[in-house]
């Protein structure tokens, strides 16, 4: 079993910038392939970044492209996205999602991921 745990979002006005954190815990953190999804109110969850188990290889969506970027230090146990120049549409709640996988391929469909957080709410002001 993993345990992620979100932290990091709030309010931020159009053009700021967020650092959001996922602290792993029960299992051996470099072996889980992670990622980011979003769900804002009333539409779909989205996927958003992902990172290979090793770090080494990372995917973002188009809408986040040049503006977010994922990372992970693996002793700390912790994933992170940091995200810049953001926009009133990337309101919505970040949820981190983990899977245990030395795939080196980044995982950008929820379905395959077993291991989620509850989410830490980023609200963007125009």
């Known amino acids: 079993q993993v345990q992620l745990v979100e932290s990091g979002g709030g309010l931020v006005q159009a053009g700021g910038s967020l650092r959001l954190s996922c602290v792993a815990s029960?299992?051996?953190?470099?072996?889980?392939?992670m990622g980011w999804f979003r769900q804002a109110p009333g539409k779909e969850r989205e996927f958003v970044a992902a990172?290979?188990?090793?770090?080494?290889?990372?995917k973002y969506a188009d809408s986040v492209k040049g503006r977010f970027t994922i990372s992970r230090d693996i002793p700390e146990n912790t994933l992170y996205l940091q995200m810049n120049g953001l926009k009133p549409e990337d309101t919505a709640v970040y949820t981190c999602?983990?899977?245990?996988?030395?795939?080196?391929?980044?995982?950008?469909?929820?379905?395959?991921?077993?291991?989620w957080g509850q989410g830490t709410q980023v609200t963007v002001s125009s």
């Open positions: 029960g299992r051996t953190f470099s072996s889980y392939a």
């Open positions: 999602a983990a899977e245990r996988t030395y795939v080196e391929v980044p995982r950008t469909r929820a379905v395959l991921y077993t291991y």
């Open positions: 990172i290979s188990w090793s770090g080494s290889n990372t």
